[in-house]
């Protein structure tokens, strides 16, 4: 694993030390004494060179910021690991194109570590959605408390990608991550700006639906939650509520490892991090200057 982060401690450090098809071989991380903590919480090998993990071991989990994912992802690649990636892939299209061009260029798997599409019961509900035609449209937002402005925080605030970026980076492919294999790929989008760090997105789809989502890091806690509604010609549906982030990384790796073996690339890959890094690229492009 690379990576000491809240998320690193919370979900891809349980999730890997649980996991009955791999063994968690060690940690690799920018602050030393971060990573002597984790390995030593779980019995795993500290790894001062990143290149020495990737010598090691076969599959590579990632838990760090995007645009530092990205050149170790394409590095790892090249060793001859399979990726295990975190969300958004990097921030701009060309560090995405790179690791997705690694991934195809090397033959190693990748999976992106899209919440919504392995946790369940969200993962059955986006399977059973995309097999149900006439679908008119959808609207969807994400709106997180990790800087509220009537409160303290989230644990994970100490960020500063996300600080920079906003909510339309970190849960943006949340929310596209959904509306993408329902609706179609994106064909068009439009993008606005709200209060705090609020876009709006408006989208156009290849099946012809039109959707919105809604995203934010700095919604008050009052405001804050997460949801997505599809409207269409069977009715009105409702994105279910999650709860197991660990569990939902172990299946994660399950694809991962079943891409591995059968060669089968998986549909939620770095091809597809890559895509979703160009629909959010093209829709930063057209916010107002702050």
């Known amino acids: 694993m690379l990576g000491?982060?809240?998320?690193?401690?919370?979900?891809?450090?349980?999730?890997l030390a649980a996991h009955p098809g791999s063994e968690f071989a060690g940690v690799w991380g920018r602050r030393p004494e971060?990573?002597?903590?984790?390995?030593?919480?779980?019995g795993v090998k500290v790894y001062e060179d990143p290149d020495a993990l990737f010598a090691d071991c076969?599959?590579?989990?990632f838990a760090?910021?995007?645009?530092?994912?990205?050149?170790?992802?394409?590095r790892a690649a090249a060793a001859g690991c399979h990726l295990l990636?975190?969300?958004?892939?990097a921030t701009t299209l060309r560090d995405a194109r790179a690791v997705a061009d690694a991934v195809r260029l090397h033959g190693v798997a990748s999976v992106v570590f899209l919440t919504l599409r392995f946790?369940?019961?969200?993962?059955?509900?986006?399977?059973?959605?995309?097999a149900r035609p006439g679908w008119f449209t959808a609207a969807a937002h994400w709106l997180g408390a990790v800087f509220p402005p009537d409160g303290a925080p989230s644990a994970y605030a100490d960020s500063p990608w996300r600080k920079s970026k906003g909510g339309l980076w970190d849960v943006g492919p949340h929310a596209l991550s959904v509306l993408i294999p329902i609706l179609g790929d994106v064909t068009a989008v439009s993008a606005t700006r709200g209060p705090s760090d609020v876009v709006q997105l408006a989208l156009r789809h290849?099946?012809?639906a039109a959707s919105t989502a809604v995203l934010s890091l700095g919604a008050p806690q009052a405001a804050a939650g997460v949801g997505?509604?599809?409207?269409g010609t069977e009715g009105v549906y409702e994105l279910p509520d999650w709860r197991d982030v660990p569990g939902a990384y172990g299946r994660a790796l399950d694809a991962l490892l079943t891409a591995a073996r059968t060669g089968v690339p998986d549909a939620r890959g770095a091809e597809f991090g890559a895509r979703l890094t160009e629909i959010l690229a093209e829709a930063e492009d057209q916010l107002p200057a702050e």
């Open 119 to 130: 946790a369940e019961p969200t993962a059955g509900w986006v399977g059973e959605q995309a």
């Open 34 to 42: 971060a990573v002597a903590e984790l390995a030593h919480a779980y």
């Open 4 to 15: 000491t982060g809240p998320w690193a401690h919370r979900t891809h450090a349980p999730a």
């Open 85 to 89: 990636l975190d969300k958004p892939v």
């Open 206 to 208: 290849t099946s012809g």
């Open 64 to 74: 760090l910021p995007p645009d530092v994912q990205a050149p170790l992802a394409v």
């Open 228 to 231: 997505l509604q599809l409207r």
């Open 58 to 61: 076969d599959a590579v989990a």
